[in-house]
């Protein structure tokens, strides 16, 4: 199987997706529902956060959904006009948060300059907003590596359908086929499968542990690490 690109789901992938969001979706909730700590959390519980493991549910809306999933949970009823403003604010409004507390899982410029250097085209796939995903991943150092970041908000319909694998494939010249799709959830397993992707390949670095999602990828690695080497040996 030739392999000439690789498109990367975002949070538990490349970013630290806990360390990252767990700290952030706290304060913003306390601060938009003039609550407190055990309040947001509740809030969050909402959404998929596990209060005992400290970390959100595989396959829940906050590992993989999108911003306008979670107005939806959070402000239930809003007009269009509001829920827009509130999905606005959660995905502006708390950049300093964001530059403060956002981790990538490792250091990510080695591993993308190694499978660049191997002849691929990369992208990242991701249920965010795409002013927040282009801020995250200049944040860290690495958007020069990518050919597109393919957000919620720039596909008609975002990840499982397939969408974003067919961008990426339109803007790159490259077959569906010849694209792997790396990522931690399900969804990232299904739009690989939807969009036509040659590879799903499931990282364990996210919340989703071997069981959830190994059933769902033809390959299945602990981190985008080991992404090279597998690469190479396919």
């Known amino acids: 199987m030739t392999i000439r ?3 990367f789901d975002k949070d538990g992938t490349l970013i630290d997706v806990n ?4 700290p952030i979706y706290r304060q913003v909730l306390m601060d938009l529902f ?3 700590l055990d309040g947001a959390e509740e809030l969050m519980a909402k959404a998929g956060y596990d209060r005992a493991a400290k970390k959100f549910r595989a396959g829940s809306i906050l590992a993989g959904g999108t ?4 107005v939806e949970l959070w402000w239930p009823g809003l007009e269009e006009a509001s829920a827009a403003e509130k999905a606005h604010l959660l995905d502006n409004g708390y950049t300093h948060l964001v530059r403060e507390k956002l981790a990538p899982l490792m250091p990510l410029e080695p591993i993308l ?3 660049r250097a ?3 085209k990369l992208g990242v796939a991701t249920n965010d907003s795409h002013v927040s995903a282009r801020a995250h991943m200049a944040h860290v150092g690495v958007i020069e590596h990518f050919e597109d970041i393919i957000a919620a908000d720039t596909v008609p319909v975002p990840k499982p359908s397939g969408n974003m694998v067919r961008k990426f494939a339109e803007l790159t010249g490259l077959p569906a086929r010849e694209i792997a799709m790396v990522g ?3 969804h990232d397993m299904e739009e690989a499968r939807n969009g036509g992707a040659g590879l799903a390949i499931a990282v364990l670095s996210g919340n989703a542990a071997h069981d959830d999602i190994a059933h769902l990828a033809d ?3 602990d981190s985008i690490a080991d992404l090279p080497a597998l690469l190479r040996n396919l």
């Open 67 to 70: 911003t306008r999933q979670l």
């Open 5 to 7: 690109g690789v498109l």
């Open 113 to 115: 300059s190694e499978l």
């Open 118 to 120: 191997m002849g691929l």
């Open 219 to 221: 390959h299945t690695i």
């Open 19 to 22: 360390a990252t969001w767990v």
């Open 34 to 36: 003039a609550t407190d």
């Open 184 to 186: 931690d959830n399900h």
